[in-house]
């Protein structure tokens, strides 16, 4: 059984801010950027069981982008929520809290 994606309202505007940015550099870019990030969550529907980055947060690089979208799993009602879409190349010994 597939996981149920739930984004945050905090992931959502993470992403949408990083949208704006790659609007500004070209729409091919920002398209790669949507089609990675939608490869990412049908990845996590059907294996959201990856690596704990930090603390109990879970989380799953966006391929070809220097994100990683932070996330917990509900096992009991099958939900992945998305906490954040966190940019690594910014500062990485800080993880979303």
């Known amino acids: 059984m597939d996981y149920k994606i739930v984004v945050s309202p905090k992931a959502q505007i993470e ?31 059907s294996n959201p069981h990856f690596q704990t980055r930090y ?18 799993i509900d096992e009991i009602n099958k939900v992945v929520k998305v906490l954040s879409c966190f940019n690594t190349s910014r500062n990485t010994t800080k993880y979303p809290k």
């Open 15 to 45: 992403i949408e801010d990083i949208s704006e940015y790659y609007v500004q550099i070209s729409f091919t870019v920002l398209n790669k950027f949507y089609t990675e990030l939608e490869n990412a969550y049908k990845y996590l529907q």
């Open 55 to 72: 603390k109990n947060y879970k989380a799953v690089p966006i391929k070809k982008f220097p994100y990683l979208l932070f996330f917990t």
